[in-house]
């Protein structure tokens, strides 16, 4: 009986497959075949594919629960590139050989990305117009389909028409966005007579001037179109930079400003993400400032992209600081814009970490505990994630009336494994062995804390010494040798200074809005940046605030710490750090071990 069940079970999946249920990628493999697992298994181009593929799968908006993948089929013709309801995204060899044909392999990179881009975004917008291809197929067959479609759309319904062709368009905006975000530079692509898409026009037999009758508008206007995008997004990039600097400074709510305006070209969930992050360090900055007990209660693992990176922070209090309007408006905005960016990719840990992170500021413990989980699937082991659940579960089991302290020390000893530098779950062992009066495993994890090369020398540091030893923690030593400003610039000069030393250097200007408007203390803010070589120069309102200079990896962390010492503040990112002295006003950017900036601010930013 089982053995008969089977058979009718095989009997039905076959009919459906060999039918016309083109939604779905079995349809496809069982009817053309998987060129990456036959032919194609040795094919470099394959396997260049999905390595590109996952780039840009990582960068692009992700809803629902469909998991994007990649699917190159043996057909040689029609459909060059299609994204379908199942998440499935198809190509074939010939997409492949269009993308790579006389050229190099960076340059055909950029050309599959933005191909897998676009798809993506048809993905992520549930853009599915070939079900109306399929379904005339279905009818009419290969031959009269495309006659009856274009009477469809001409004669029937050209509004629809008019919305595919705008769907197109929204997923080149999108797809160039993907693609930027994943590395690619792709601008190129666009320019010149002989672009990208006048040459895929030619290879797939399409015109370059003229819109078809249904789907696609003209490759000329799409070009045009994405020239335009391109130009808004790369007109505002340096917002999104200054938003960075500002940050890594102190300078919360110029930052969020300036994210906010650059999330109007590049709505991406990394911009969302930071915006949050900056609230939620407002929120930090007044919870210390008037509810210290709370402020020094945890120190929990938040993030901000530094564009793929992530800067880790720390917070979480207890008592009636929700009731201090400052605090809880800027925990209601940090919520929402994490929400945004947890929203717009299913697999990000960074805005999540900074969910459970709010979730806990606002005592919603249970909430955290499932985000925390939620990061744990994407990332078995994440010792950030596990410092979080330990603390939420401590937290969630006290408000219960349940003794659950055991418990979190176990998923912080479990974290402490897994990463034996991670300094917040060396505070919060301390913390809580502390408010279980177990002060001699308090002390034993605190003084670990302080001795670990890198915790930085900020207001918990100075906490966490100055209870233990009942005094101020010494003075650091004097150096010499800091970096100095380079040459021709001082804080002491106007923007316009500069511009008329530099000469003709491009300068961009942005007026930056108050990102709190909902308050009666509204505020415009101008500001200017200006790049020469390997120095960046940041202005608000004309004066000069921060100087970057980048320079060439040579030295490296130890040499750094070793020469200035144990820095007042650590922002991590994805290859490195920022290394903040802000007694100094001067900042230094490490990716995989070397210098490969320095930062000069204003030292009361």
């Not at 020469?563 to 903040?580: A, L, T």
Request: glycine fraction near 6%; charge should be positive; hydrophobic fraction near 35%.
């Amino acid at each position: 009986m089982k053995k008969l069940l089977m058979f009718i079970f095989t009997i039905l999946v076959i009919s459906s497959l060999h039918g016309h249920n083109r939604d779905y990628i079995q349809w496809w493999i069982y009817n053309h075949g998987d060129y990456s697992k036959t032919e194609g298994k040795n094919d470099p181009l394959v396997r260049q594919a999905f390595t590109v593929f996952e780039r840009v799968k990582n960068a692009a908006d992700k809803f629902e629960a469909r998991v994007p993948r990649l699917f190159i089929i043996k057909t040689r013709g029609k459909p060059y590139a299609l994204a379908l309801p199942d998440g499935g995204i198809i190509i074939n060899p010939t997409t492949l050989n269009m993308c790579y044909k006389d050229a190099g392999r960076e340059e055909g990179d950029r050309r599959l990305a933005f191909i897998l881009g676009h798809e993506l975004a048809h993905l992520a917008n549930k853009d599915f117009m070939h079900r109306e291809s399929f379904l005339a197929l279905q009818k009419y067959g290969d031959k009269k389909a495309r006659e009856e479609l274009i009477k469809y759309f001409e004669l029937s319904n050209p509004e629809k028409a008019k919305e595919f062709k705008k769907r197109e368009l929204y997923a080149d905006q999108k797809g160039t966005i993907y693609a930027t975000m994943a590395g690619y530079r792709i601008g190129s692509l666009f320019w010149g007579e002989n672009n990208f898409l006048s040459y895929w026009a030619e290879q797939i037999g399409m015109g370059y001037a003229y819109d078809e009758a249904f789907g696609h508008p003209a490759m000329e206007k799409r070009v045009q179109f994405v020239r335009t995008q391109l130009k808004a997004v790369l007109d505002k990039v340096e917002l999104f930079r200054a938003g960075v600097l500002l940050f890594q400074a102190g300078s919360y709510r110029d930052s969020a400003a300036a994210f906010l305006e650059f999330s109007k070209v590049y709505p991406a969930r990394e911009v969302f993400n930071n915006i949050g992050a900056c609230y939620l360090n407002l929120t930090m900055r007044h919870l210390y400032l008037k509810f210290s007990d709370d402020y020094f209660s945890f120190r929990l693992s938040t993030a901000i992209d530094y564009s793929t990176g992530a800067e880790l922070l720390h917070l979480r209090g207890e008592g009636d600081y929700l009731k201090d309007k400052d605090i809880s408006r800027y925990l209601d905005k940090a919520e929402d814009y994490f929400k945004l960016a947890v929203a717009r990719d299913r697999f990000d840990r960074a805005c999540r970490y900074n969910l459970t992170a709010v979730s806990m500021l606002k005592k919603e413990y249970a909430k955290a505990l499932g985000v925390c989980d939620d990061i744990l699937k994407i990332k078995p082991g994440d010792a950030d994630a596990l410092n979080n659940k330990a603390v939420a579960f401590y937290n969630y089991g006290r408000e219960e009336d349940v003794e659950t302290t055991q418990k979190a020390i176990q998923i912080l000893q479990k974290a402490k494994k897994i990463d034996p530098g991670n300094f917040k779950v060396l505070y919060n062992l301390a913390s809580i062995k502390q408010k279980r009066e177990r002060r001699a495993g308090a002390r034993l994890y605190w003084e670990k804390y302080l001795n670990l090369s890198y915790t930085p020398k900020d207001n918990y540091y100075n906490y966490v010494y100055e209870k233990l030893h009942k005094t101020a923690p010494p003075k650091p030593e004097e150096r010499t040798g800091f970096p100095k400003l380079p040459a021709g610039i001082s804080f002491k000069d106007t923007f316009s200074i500069i511009k008329k030393r530099w000469g003709k250097e491009d300068v961009k200007e942005f007026m930056l809005g108050n990102a709190e408007s909902e308050t009666s203390d509204s505020w415009l803010i101008n500001l200017q940046v200006i790049v020469k070589n390997n120095v960046r120069v940041l202005a608000l309102d004309g004066t000069i605030e921060m100087v970057e200079k980048e320079y060439a990896p040579t030295e490296t962390l130890p040499e750094i710490l070793k020469r200035f010492g144990r820095p007042q503040k650590v922002v991590r990112h994805s290859n490195g750090n920022f290394y903040v002295y802000k007694d100094k006003g001067f900042s230094i950017k490490e990716i995989n071990g070397k210098v490969r900036s320095y930062i000069w601010f204003e030292k009361d930013f």
